[in-house]
Nanobody, 122 residues
Framework: QVQVVESGGGLVQAGGSLRLSCAAS????????IGWFRQAPGKEREFVAA????????YYVDSVKGRFTISRVNAKNTVYLQMNSLKPEDTAVYYC???????????????WGQGTQVTVSS
């Protein structure tokens, strides 16, 4: 079973950018879809973006389309989430997770990381 660790969070002003990384170990990384989720205080966890095992297919929630880009480098066992034009409403703890099933099915994700905080100031 693959394990994942997130990094790259931080504090940024509105309009700024951050790149999150999700590093995997303990499994055959290229067999797994990877998803990014976020949870803000008092809110439910939200499925933000996902990428298929090959990198050919991606998913984005409507609120981040055109601003966030998910990508993967299987040779480095890493998935990236490039976040541009950040807004205060993007503030949340961001988690990555691995799925052995279809990339766009949020219920298929397990092997969660510990999360990384993203804070966007206005």
């Amino acid at each position: 079973q693959v394990q994942v660790v997130e990094s790259g969070g931080g504090l940024v002003q509105a309009g700024g950018s951050l790149r999150l990384s999700c590093a995997a170990s303990g499994g055959t990384f290229s067999n797994y879809a990877i998803g990014w989720f976020r949870q803000a205080p008092g809110k439910e966890r939200e499925f933000v973006a996902a990428i298929s095992w090959s990198g050919r297919y991606t998913y984005y929630v409507d609120s981040v389309k055109g601003r966030f880009t998910i990508s993967r480098v299987n040779a480095k066992n890493t998935v990236y989430l490039q976040m541009n034009s950040l807004k205060p409403e993007d503030t949340a703890v961001y988690y990555c997770a691995a799925s052995a099933t279809t990339y766009y099915l949020s219920s298929g994700y397990n092997s969660w990381g510990q999360g990384t905080q993203v804070t966007v100031s206005s």
